[in-house]
């Protein structure tokens, strides 16, 4: 048993590290108002513990969801985690009588979308704001309000000519990148196109984050 526990605390463990890690880049956002937009991607279920994270370094976290992101997470499990409403629809107004997408916009200081999908890449290239979380997105002055895309997909749609295009499109209107990582994807290969480490998702955010006073 000694020796177990001598192991232990020589050993680093690297979810524990990882774990510490992702709570100390959270806690850089306590006070912050942080959008995090989810697309339908099976990386989905990984942004709970982003959430979750954020939540509990005290920032004020709203998420979004596409239809399609509510078809591999439930809303309510983004609701629980954030204590706050889910937005799944441009059309329903949970949280005040004004044009939601404005006052969420207008109020955000760091906005992530994690998955984004390789058709979302395609909307927010062409300027579309068809679901609530690309028309909350649209809203959004990224001159003053960093916006992350934190790619997910299949090596090969990742890596069609479209795809790539619509990241340099994105990057030269000011979007900011994290990830995509290279390694084992859902659909049983390995590649680039696997969506970032919630870890790194909580770092890059807290780098990019303005500090408070804006
Ligand atoms: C099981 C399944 C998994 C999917 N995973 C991904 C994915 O990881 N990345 C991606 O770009 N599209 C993925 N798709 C396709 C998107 O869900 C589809 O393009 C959808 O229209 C995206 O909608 P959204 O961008 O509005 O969320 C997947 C589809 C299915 C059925």
Redesign the pocket.
């Known amino acids: 048993m000694a020796d177990r526990a001598d192991q232990s605390s020589q050993t680093p463990r690297p979810a524990l590290v990882a774990a510490v890690s992702a709570a100390s880049a959270a806690s850089a956002m306590s006070g912050r108002n942080v959008l995090v937009g989810i697309?339908?991607?099976?990386?989905a279920y990984k942004v709970a513990s982003v959430v979750s994270a954020l939540a509990q370094a005290g920032a004020a976290v709203t998420v979004a969801m596409?239809?399609?992101?509510t078809r591999f997470v439930a809303p309510l499990t983004f609701q629980a985690l954030s204590g706050r409403p889910v937005h799944t629809s441009p059309w329903e107004h949970v949280e005040s009588h004004d044009p939601q997408h404005i006052t969420l916009a207008a109020r955000t200081h760091l906005a992530i979308v994690a998955?984004c999908?390789?058709?979302?890449l395609a909307?927010l290239a062409a300027g579309r704001a068809d679901?609530v979380v690309t028309l909350i997105l649209s809203a959004i002055d990224r001159s003053r309000t960093p916006v992350l895309l934190a790619p997910?997909?299949?090596a090969v749609?990742w890596s069609q000519p479209s795809t790539q295009r619509n990241v340099r499109l994105l990057r030269d209107d000011g979007f900011r990148f994290v990830g995509p990582d290279e390694g084992w994807q859902?659909c049983r290969t390995v590649g680039v196109g696997r969506m970032a480490e919630p870890e790194t998702l909580l770092r890059a955010m807290a780098e990019q984050c303005p500090a408070p006073g804006r």
């Open positions: 697309c339908g991607g099976i990386a596409t239809p399609s992101a998955p999908t390789m058709d979302c909307r679901d997910s997909m299949n749609m859902a």
